[in-house]
């Protein structure tokens, strides 16, 4: 079993994040992926109509590629005395080689804690999601000649991101990816390099890899760490009116098809992510504007507006106050009416990327990135590396149709008339079929080369 196409490790990783929101916690220990896939098959919350039957659609097909499907779970946060805020597990390689200890998005009781982050160097969640890690690495006694990597969508991208930066077993970790993780405030980042200095600051931060929905609007929350080089945005195809969708990791793996009978369009989800997007699309780019205004605002007003927010997230899910005990002030409240709402209106009627986005509700089915100066062209290298042989088979055809010209060029009869024409041109032909052919090769090996170097670029 398994599928032929080979997944990259980003991709994996946002595979495994999407798992987590499964929110299945009897998986036993040991137990490969795709065998806990299997035993799904037949719960209502996992089929059609079901609350996680997008992810489960996506892990379905995943599981089908050995890479993802032979991945064994281990190291699960509940089973080791954690709350339910700090959602956790890694999964393993059969042969050890390979670890992913991947970190759930915002749990029950975490939304005041994403407020907390922006304005402290440290929260409780970041600590719990640290003493995890380190937990896991003693654990399974991981050393250097292990390849580890730490993953996690939304407040588990940060979580990752803030292990990285801040665990002692950091030559441990060969890689972060953060999806739609958010940042930091000022106050982690002057800590981070006064604690390693310069040059083990950018050490670290040159470990961490960001994979964001082109249109989320979590990831720009707070002050980045990540390299505007190392950051990458895919597509997600969601309608307009689904605000909530674009921070959700399963449309970064869906696409949006017409059905005529119906006049409407048809999600369908996928085991494979999306193509990367040339850029943020009018949602995101305004989430990051709004973002860096409310990140100027002095940290005690920051504080209040964010608390605001992020208890107003929490109470959408029935929760009144935050795990670690966070409750609103009539402070906090002051703050979000005097200095909250006049940034969002302001940036809303006065920004260009709030007039972008006031455009885009108007016109627009979905908040799609606008074509720039720098266009990204996406490629299929399977596809690529396919019409390669393809032109390689032809090239090889031409080659022996060159070789049979010659051979009848030679059995032209002598006593024929002309026959010393005949046989040039006959030779000439030869001549045009061969370079022909050296063309068709040479297009074949542009191809693979092509293909082979777009596939490096998504390892």
């Known amino acids: 079993m398994g599928s032929e196409r080979q997944l990259s490790e980003a991709e994996i990783s946002m595979v495994l994040d999407t798992f987590m929101y499964l929110d299945y916690r009897e998986a036993q220990e040991g137990t490969s992926l795709r065998n806990i896939v299997k035993d799904l098959e037949h719960h209502p919350d996992y089929g059609a ?56 998005g915002t749990g029950d009781g975490e939304w005041p804690d994403n407020g907390v982050g922006m304005t402290q160097s440290v929260t409780p969640q970041q600590q719990e999601a640290l ?102 945005y895919v597509k997600t195809p969601v309608d307009k009116s689904n605000f909530a969708g674009y921070h959700d990791i399963k449309y970064m793996f869906a696409t949006r098809e017409y059905n005529a009978a119906t006049k409407s369009y048809i999600t369908q ?35 209040g507006c964010a608390a605001v927010v992020m208890q107003m997230m929490e109470s959408c899910a029935g929760v009144k106050e935050g795990i670690n005990g966070e409750k609103l002030t009539l402070s906090d409240i002051t703050d979000f009416t005097f200095m909250g709402i006049p ?3 302001g940036s809303l009627l006065k920004g260009e990327e709030g007039k972008g986005l ?18 990204i062209l996406q490629v299929n290298e399977r596809e690529l590396r396919e019409c390669g042989k393809e032109l ?28 010393a024409v005949l046989y040039h041109r006959i030779e000439l032909s030869a001549d045009r079929v061969k370079d022909l052919g050296e063309k068709l090769l040479e297009a074949a090996i542009l191809q693979e080369q092509i293909g082979n170097a777009y596939l490096r670029w998504q390892d």
């Open 269 to 303: 989800f996928h085991g494979r992510k999306n193509e990367d997007a040339m850029g943020q699309g009018e949602l995101g780019k305004y989430a990051a504007a709004l973002s860096q205004d409310v990140m100027e605002l002095a940290p005690e007003k920051r504080d």
């Open 358 to 375: 006031l455009r885009a509700v108007q016109n627009k089915e979905t908040f799609t990135g606008a074509l720039s100066g720098n266009i």
């Open 131 to 232: 003493q995890y890690f380190e937990e896991v690495i003693e654990k399974m006694n991981i050393d250097e000649g292990q390849h580890l990597v730490v993953t996690g969508h939304s407040k588990g991208g940060n979580k990752a991101q803030f292990v990285t930066m801040e665990t002692k077993w950091e030559t441990l970790i060969d890689v972060c990816y953060s999806v739609d993780g958010q940042g930091f405030s000022e106050k982690a980042i002057i800590r981070w390099k006064d604690k390693y200095g310069e040059e083990g600051y950018q050490e670290r931060t040159g470990k961490l890899r960001g994979i964001h929905g082109e249109n989320d609007y979590v990831s720009v929350l707070g002050n980045s760490i990540i390299s505007k080089e190392n950051i990458r």
């Open 49 to 104: 109509g079901g609350i996680h039957y997008g992810e489960y659609r996506i892990l379905c097909e995943a599981v089908e590629n050995d890479a993802v499907g032979n991945l064994i779970i281990g190291c699960q946060s509940r089973a080791m005395g954690y709350h339910s805020g700090t959602a956790a597990c890694t999964f393993s390689s059969p042969d050890q080689e390979n670890i992913y200890v991947v970190f759930r």
């Open 343 to 345: 940034l969002i209106a």
């Open 392 to 419: 390689e088979q032809l090239a090889s055809q031409f080659r022996a149709l060159e070789l049979r010209l010659h051979e009848a060029a030679k059995k032209v009869p002598l006593y024929m008339k002309g026959s």
